[in-house]
Every structure is written in C-alpha cells, then in structure tokens.
C-alpha cells in the first residue's frame, strides 16, 4: 500500500477486556514503531522492531502490553486486561532504516476503556 | 535521557505573519532532528530534518536550523498561510532509530 495503515481507527472496550491493534507498515520497511499518544501531548516511545526482532521494548507501560512482528511485515499490539488509563491513541510508524530516516505514521487507533 | 521541549502553544497569527515556533533539546550523542506537521483529521507527516549541526531543513516554505550550541532547533515561516493551520511537533532521533517528540504546538492562521 502507499501508506502505513491501521486498524481499527476506534476502540471502545470495557475495562478488563483485551484488545489487539494492527499495523501494517509501507511495504519494505524494516523498522516499525509503536507510540502512545495521550491528548494533548506528543507521542510516547512504546516498543520498536528490527524486522521480526524486537530490539527494543522499554517504553511498554506494564506487562499487559505486549507487541510482535512474526513475519517482518505486519505487527500487532495487544494490550491484555484494560484499564482506564490505557486510553489514548496508540499510531504505528515505519521506517526505510536508521536514526535519521523519517518516521512514517499510521492514522492511529483510538482506544477507550470504559 | 533524551527529552525535546518546545513552544507551549496555541499560537494563532493572522495571515503572511511571520511564525516561530522554538523547539530545543537534550540527548546524549549526535542525534538527527525533525519537524513533523499533523493537519486535521490526517496523520503525523514529516515536515522537515536535518541530522547534523549547522545543516537547515526546509519544506513548503518552513525553515529550521541544527544549531549544536544551543541545543536548538526553531521552526520559521516568513508568511503563513490559512491552509498552515495543523499541530507541529519537534522531534530527535537518535542511530538506534527510536524517536523521542516534543508535546506539539498548534498553530491556527486566521485569514
């Protein structure tokens, strides 16, 4: 595809219930991002992988969250037992290599945990 | 760790006024900076960069200058336009690729 692209564009779960989010990054991408995003603020680091592995996994807030890249190509995020305050926009972003390649983002899905 | 800090905003201008926005930084290394513009109801798009010092980034009109010595790097327009109107976001990148943005700054151009 032209873009980077996610689904859903909107969540609505209630709370304890788990969701799966997916990215499917411009084709030939090796490097793919997830950021959190709450309102009003810029996007938080969450988890980034180098094709299938996943270099680094710092910024995931606790371990209910967990993201995988199986294949190199789609990813998804899953966030296990929600809770409120996971609620934000989670944007995907994939990139042609290192430090100073831009950052192509997904429209993001909106999650909110009622 | 690595941090970028930019203008509070909303900034609103009226338009062909002339526009900054600051932006500065704080990282560990040599990292890479960018400017990504988000319109509404669209996503983050990458406005300009620049990933060395000294080096200036320009697009559509948008200027920003790497500036090493005072850990800067300030978004300009000359003229804006109602069509500019969107949240702007300073951002760094650092060789292991992770970005690390600044909390954005919107800006609404009344004609």
């Known amino acids: 595809g032209a873009g980077v692209s996610q689904s859903p564009r909107y969540k609505v779960a209630k709370r304890g219930q788990d969701v799966a989010l997916r990215c499917d990054p411009i084709s030939g991408h090796v490097s793919l991002f997830w950021y959190q995003q709450a309102l009003g603020q810029g996007p938080e680091f969450l988890t980034y992988f180098q094709n299938e592995a996943q270099l680094d996994k710092s910024g995931l807030p606790s371990d209910r969250f967990f993201a995988e890249r199986p294949e190199g190509s789609v990813s998804t995020l899953k966030i296990q037992r929600t809770q409120q305050e996971d609620s934000a926009v989670y944007l995907c972003?994939?990139?042609?290599?290192?430090?100073?390649?831009?950052?192509?983002f997904g429209n993001g899905t909106r999650l909110t945990v009622t | 760790g690595n941090s970028v800090t930019q203008m509070e905003g909303p900034v609103t201008l009226s338009e062909e006024a002339f526009l900054t926005i600051n932006c500065t930084y704080t990282a560990t290394g040599y990292p890479s900076l960018f400017w990504y513009v988000q319109y509404p109801g669209e996503g983050l798009q990458l406005l300009l960069k620049?990933?060395?010092?000294?080096d200036k980034g320009s697009n559509k009109g948008f200027e920003a200058t790497y500036r090493k010595e005072t850990t800067s790097f300030h978004l300009e327009k000359g003229s804006v336009q109602v069509s500019d109107s969107a949240v702007y976001f300073c951002a760094l990148s650092t060789n292991a690729g992770k970005s690390t943005f600044g909390d954005g700054t919107t800006l609404t151009v009344k004609p």
């Open positions: 972003a994939s990139s042609s290599g290192t430090g100073d390649s831009p950052l192509h």
């Open positions: 620049a990933t060395k010092a000294d």
